[in-house]
C-alpha cells in the first residue's frame, strides 16, 4: 500500500503496472513520470515501462503484472479508500480477464475496504465485467475518465458497467463538456491538469459539469484548478470546497 495525497482517496494499490497512451487526457500523465523516477531508484517492477521522447518519460506499451501484490489489501486492518492501479489501467488489453478476476477476489475478501477503478478503456471494462464469474461488489466503484467532448462516448460504455456505483473523473479536464450525459454515474470528480506542462481549465467547464450533476443527482468533487503550482491555485470553487462523495446506498 502507498499513502498518497489524492484528496479523493486514501491510499493506492498497484497489482498491475505500465500502460499505453490512448487519447489526449494522457499526454502529460504523472503515472508515467513516476514511473521513470521509480525506474531509476531501481524498483524492478517498473523496468522498461517508460521510454524517453522530447525530454519527457512516455509509456512504452508494456504492462507488467504484479501477483505478488495481489494480496495486499487482505493485511490492511483500517477501513480505507483505495485507489485501483494509479500506474496503470486494470482494462488494459493486455490484463488478463483471468489476472481482473483475482483483483476480485482480493476485493470481495476485504469489504471493510473502498475500491475506486478507473480506466480509460470502459468499453473493455463493461465487456469483462458482464461475464458471470464477475459479481457486483458494493465495496468496488467503477469509473472513467473523460477529458474533453471527444471522448463523451466513454459514459455510455460505463453505463453498461455492472457497478454499484459508477463514476467519472473529468480530470485533467481539457475542454468543455456540456454535452456529459451524467444519468445512472453517481459521482463526477473534476480537477485541471498540474505539472510544467499543465493544460489551463475553464471555469465555465466546472460550471457545466457541476450543473449536470444537480440535474442528475451526481456527488460533486472538485480536486484542483491545478497549473504549475496546484497548490498555489488552490481547489476552492464559488467560494468553498467540493468533496461530496456517492451516497453508499447506491
Keep these: 500500500m502507498a499513502e498518497t495525497s489524492i484528496e479523493w482517496t486514501d491510499a493506492t494499490w498497484n497489482p498491475v503496472a505500465g500502460c499505453t497512451i490512448v487519447t489526449a487526457g494522457c499526454t502529460n500523465c504523472y503515472a508515467m513520470r513516476m514511473a521513470a523516477r521509480l525506474e531509476a531508484m531501481d524498483v524492478e517492477k517498473y523496468e522498461g515501462l517508460t521510454r524517453k521522447s522530447g525530454g519527457r518519460a512516455v509509456w512504452t506499451g508494456k504492462v507488467r503484472l504484479d501477483h505478488a501484490s495481489l494480496d495486499?489489501?487482505?493485511?490492511?486492518?483500517?477501513?480505507?479508500?483505495?485507489?485501483?492501479?494509479?500506474?496503470?489501467?486494470?482494462?488494459h488489453e493486455d490484463v488478463p480477464a483471468d489476472f481482473i478476476e483475482l483483483v476480485w477476489q482480493t476485493m470481495a475478501a476485504t469489504p471493510r475496504h473502498t475500491y475506486q477503478i478507473?480506466?480509460?478503456?470502459?468499453?473493455?471494462?463493461?465487456?469483462?465485467?458482464?461475464?458471470?464469474?464477475?459479481?457486483?461488489?458494493?465495496?468496488?466503484?467503477?469509473?472513467?475518465?473523460v477529458e474533453d467532448d471527444?471522448?463523451?462516448?466513454r459514459l455510455d460504455h460505463l453505463r453498461l458497467v455492472p457497478a454499484a456505483v459508477r463514476?467519472?473523473?473529468?480530470?485533467?479536464?481539457l475542454g468543455s463538456v456540456a454535452g456529459?450525459?451524467?444519468?445512472?454515474?453517481?459521482?463526477?470528480?473534476?480537477?485541471?491538469e498540474s505539472g510544467p506542462k499543465a493544460r489551463p481549465m475553464q471555469e465555465e467547464w466546472v460550471e457545466?459539469?457541476?450543473e449536470a450533476c444537480d440535474r442528475h443527482g451526481a456527488a460533486f468533487f472538485f480536486k484542483q484548478w491545478?497549473?504549475?503550482?496546484?497548490?498555489?491555485?488552490?481547489r476552492t470553487y464559488l467560494g468553498r470546497t467540493w468533496d461530496h462523495l456517492p451516497a453508499l446506498s447506491m
Design 208 to 210: 457545466e459539469i457541476r
Design 150 to 153: 471527444r471522448v463523451l462516448e
Design 118 to 145: 478507473l480506466t480509460k478503456r470502459p468499453e473493455r471494462m463493461a465487456e469483462v465485467l458482464r461475464e458471470s464469474r464477475f459479481r457486483i461488489l458494493p465495496n468496488v466503484w467503477l469509473g472513467t475518465s
Design 226 to 234: 491545478g497549473g504549475r503550482n496546484k497548490k498555489a491555485a488552490g
Design 180 to 192: 456529459a450525459d451524467l444519468a445512472g454515474i453517481h459521482w463526477s470528480i473534476v480537477g485541471g
Design 72 to 91: 495486499a489489501p487482505i493485511a490492511w486492518k483500517k477501513p480505507r479508500k483505495i485507489f485501483v492501479n494509479s500506474m496503470s489501467d486494470l482494462f
Design 167 to 173: 463514476f467519472v473523473s473529468f480530470e485533467p479536464l
